[in-house]
């Protein structure tokens, strides 16, 4: 059974930096892409960034292209998503996520495996 277990969140000044970490076991991370979404209370659950198995593409929502970055390490079973630049606006829960599928890696229904989800808030 896959679990992803995400760290890193706080809360934070507008203009600071996150790391995010989603440490993943069960096996087979290599096998998965990797997403990370975040969601606001009474929203849908929102794409951020995802990275292809060996790291060779990755995708951003425009809202963070430029201040995120993803990565991951095949070695360690780890995903991050590093927050530079950040704002009230980013505030939310932040979710990792795995998936099977070589498409739709911003769409949430395409990821079978999800984390509990770290809490980011950023104080204007």
């Known amino acids: 059974q896959v679990q992803l277990v995400e760290s890193g969140g706080g809360l934070v000044q507008a203009g600071a930096s996150l790391r995010l970490s989603c440490a993943v076991s069960g096996g087979g991370f290599s096998t998965y892409a990797m997403g990370w979404f975040r969601q606001t209370p009474g929203k849908e659950r929102e794409f951020v960034a995802a990275i292809t198995r060996n790291s060779l593409r990755t995708r951003y929502a425009d809202s963070v292209k430029g201040r995120f970055t993803i990565s991951r390490d095949n070695t360690k079973n780890a995903v991050y998503l590093q927050m530079n630049s950040l704002k009230p606006e980013d505030t939310a829960v932040y979710y990792c996520?795995?998936?099977?599928?070589?498409?739709?890696?911003?769409?949430?229904?395409?990821?079978?495996?999800w984390g509990q989800g770290t809490q980011v808030t950023v104080s204007s």
């Open positions: 996520a795995a998936t099977e599928r070589y498409t739709d890696y911003e769409r949430s229904w395409a990821y079978g495996y």
